[in-house]
Each structure stands twice: as structure tokens, then as C-alpha cells.
């Protein structure tokens, strides 16, 4: 009888949990400010832009470039060489023989208990002189106006970090079936609005392409010495910031940031093996959980549909169905367009959600297997959390 009651309600908690989705997508697709929705600053305290790169030679110049050619009048750039074996710090000493705002750091042996990332930006923050710190990655590309625009959301705002996702560039298959999915995961699952207005960390998520400190914030929750050994960074980080009582701020910097997570599908493979499970803060029960709910939400009335049309019996209304499968594209689509993604993409979301299936538990055995790296470095196992 049990059993029964449940598959009878089943459809039905599947099409409120999507129209749930979709209230946050629409709730967060109109709430989102621009980058350039706020008044232009008349005050310009100091900016230190910091870059950590390890082997960038593919991408430094460009992002360099793009930072040294700001419009901002006070500003310097510091990119530390990770220890590179590449051509990255080459190409770091040629540009700053034209342009003395670019200071390269060496970075220094990689300390017990530190993750590499966030040991070259803890050095990073040290030798800042800036009185708000930019931390951006190597991959990013940024526009003349970026910086004045970023630094004028942020003293209009009265914020402490203001952090902005960029537009990600993707230029194969492997990129077009994955990382849209993390514009849609940020759009429909997390209510910006209360993050912001209740102060509520666990619903927030930062950027690591953009993260622009107040450097009194910034230090006062510990910076990257307090996360030493956090894989999500950037999240972590923003986290910190609300939980300290400080004014964090999301806003859509897609016209003016681009970025190239990752150059294909064993790259974006390898990335979110990394971050899925650590985003879930290694809360095992909670990540199988929801990981399994939303692959079953979002496949299970696409495959109601495919059996029906081959008149298979199913115990699951067929026009519940057709909805559910609405609510779910329709939320697909307002994150691809909002995130500046092509909107055909939406159309193969089932094959990015099968795919992340297989990311996803890629993630979680990695872990308990030890098996996680990045960047030519393994990362200790995490401390589990049932």
C-alpha cells in the first residue's frame, strides 16, 4: 500500500520540486544585476589585481593584457608563477619590461596542509598593496571598462566582495555538454535574493574568475590561510565573508569577463571530478541524495515519454509528464540565456544530466579512493561527513 501511495505521489513531487526550480531561475534571471548597472564611482582606491598561474603559457599573455589595458586611473597587477615548466614565466618577464604595474612573484615550496591554488594567492595577498584585492585566474579575459565598472558596483553596493560570473567560452563538445550545466545548477538552485538580503551563506556561490575583496574583509575572515585546505575556494571564501557578517554581492559580468574553463571534455572532466564532490562539502548522504533526485527529476519524465511512445506501460500520467519535461527545459533555457550560452544547448540537456550522473559518482570514488588532482598535484582525501 506504501509503495503504491508513493509511485501515485511520485509525478507529482517531481513537477513541484521543477516548478521550484524554476521560481529561483525567474526569481534569480531578473534579480541579477549587470556589472554595469550601477553609477560610475568618483572614488578610486587602489586595486592590486592577483593572478596565481601554474603552466599558463597558452593563456597569460592574453589575460594580462587584458587587466594592464584597463581604463581604472590606480591599480597594479601581480601574477605569481606557480612553479611553472612552460613558457609562462618568459612570457610574464616580457610584458613587464614594457609595462612596470606587472610584478612577477616565484612562488615558494608548497607548505604541509596547503592546496597549491591557494597557497600561490595567500602569497599573492601578502604582497598586495591595493586597498581592494581582485583575485582572477589566468584563463579570464577581461574588458577595458571591467575593473572601474567592478570597483563602482562595489562601493555603490557598500559591499565587502563583489564577485561576477563571467561568460565561459567553449569551444568544443566535450566544453558545450558540461559546463553550461553549472550556469543552470547556479541559476535554478540557488535563491540569490535571500543569500544577499537574509544573509544566508549556505544559498551563496562566488566566482573565482572574479572575486573583488575590500582588503579589510578580506583579512579579517582569515583570507586563504583560513581555507588552507578547502577545495571550492572561491565558494568557501564567499561563504566566510557573509558568515562574518559582511556584505557579499553577486552580479552578471558576461559582457565584460570571459573566460575558458576548461579546453575540452578530459580537462572539464578532470575539473568537475574536483569540485563536485567538495561542493557538497563531503557530505556523503546529501550529495548521493540530491544528486540522485535531481538526475531522477530531470530524466525520469523524458524516459515516461520515450516508453509511452513505444507503448510500454507506465504508472506515471503522461501528461504530468509533457509538463514536468516543459518546467525542466524552460529552466534550462532561462540559465543558457542568461549565462550567454547558445540556446540549442538546452535542447541536449538529457545528455549533459547523463553525463554529470557519471561525473558525479566519477567524484564521489575518487574521493574515497584518494584519487583526486589538479594541475599535476594530488589532493589529500577529505575528511567525510555523513
Not at 559546463?179 to 538552485?189: R, T, Y
Not at 519524465?301 to 509511452?308: G, H, N, Q, T
Request: charged share 20%; net charge negative; proline share 5%.
Amino acid at each position: 500500500m506504501m509503495a503504491y501511495s508513493y509511485l501515485h505521489i511520485y509525478p507529482s513531487t517531481i513537477v513541484i520540486f521543477l516548478a521550484v526550480g524554476l521560481l529561483i531561475a525567474l526569481s534569480n534571471y531578473f534579480y541579477i544585476s549587470r556589472l554595469d548597472d550601477f553609477p560610475d564611482t568618483k572614488e578610486f582606491p587602489r586595486v592590486s589585481v592577483l593572478i596565481p598561474a601554474r603552466n599558463e603559457e597558452v593563456n597569460i599573455q592574453t589575460c594580462v593584457d587584458s587587466l594592464l589595458a584597463q581604463d581604472y586611473p590606480d591599480f597594479e597587477v601581480l601574477v605569481l608563477d606557480d612553479n611553472s615548466t612552460d613558457q609562462t614565466r618568459p612570457i610574464l618577464e616580457a610584458i613587464s619590461q614594457r609595462d612596470p604595474r606587472l610584478h612577477i612573484l616565484q612562488g615558494e615550496p608548497l607548505p604541509s596542509g596547503w592546496l597549491g591554488k591557494h597557497w600561490a594567492c595567500h602569497q599573492l595577498s601578502l604582497n598586495a598593496t591595493g586597498e581592494l584585492i581582485l583575485f582572477t585566474d589566468a584563463d579570464t579575459h577581461h574588458a577595458t571598462e571591467a575593473l572601474r565598472l567592478g570597483v563602482s558596483a562595489l562601493i555603490d553596493q557598500k559591499a565587502d566582495l563583489l564577485t561576477a560570473f563571467p561568460r565561459q567560452e567553449m569551444l568544443t563538445w566535450g566544453e558545450r555538454l558540461t559546463v553550461p550545466i553549472l550556469g543552470f545548477s547556479i541559476l535554478g538552485f540557488f535563491p540569490i535574493l535571500l543569500a544577499e538580503k537574509l544573509n544566508l551563506p549556505a544559498v551563496s556561490v562566488t566566482f573565482g574568475q572574479f572575486m573583488l575583496f575590500r582588503r579589510s574583509a578580506f583579512e579579517a575572515i582569515g583570507g586563504y590561510d583560513s581555507i588552507r585546505n578547502h577545495i571550492v575556494d572561491d565558494v568557501s571564501l564567499g561563504r566566510k565573508i557573509i558568515a562574518h557578517g559582511f556584505r557579499w554581492k553577486l552580479v552578471d559580468a558576461t559582457e565584460y569577463v570571459t573566460c575558458r574553463m576548461y579546453k575540452d571534455f578530459s580537462t572539464a572532466l578532470e575539473g568537475f571530478t574536483k569540485n563536485l564532490f567538495a561542493f557538497f562539502g563531503h557530505h556523503v548522504a546529501l550529495y548521493c541524495i540530491g544528486w540522485f533526485w535531481i538526475e531522477v527529476s530531470f530524466l525520469a519524465p523524458l524516459v515516461v515519454l520515450v516508453l509511452a511512445a513505444l507503448k510500454v506501460p507506465v504508472n506515471f500520467p503522461i501528461p504530468i509528464a509533457v509538463f514536468a519535461v516543459l518546467e525542466a527545459l524552460l529552466m534550462i533555457e532561462l540559465a543558457y540565456r542568461r549565462f550567454r550560452f547558445p540556446a540549442y544547448l538546452g535542447l541536449l540537456y538529457p545528455i549533459s544530466m547523463v553525463i554529470f550522473a557519471l561525473i558525479a559518482c566519477r567524484s564521489l570514488i575518487y574521493s574515497f579512493l584518494g584519487y583526486g588532482s589538479w594541475k599535476g598535484r594530488k589532493l589529500a582525501p577529505p575528511a567525510f561527513k555523513l
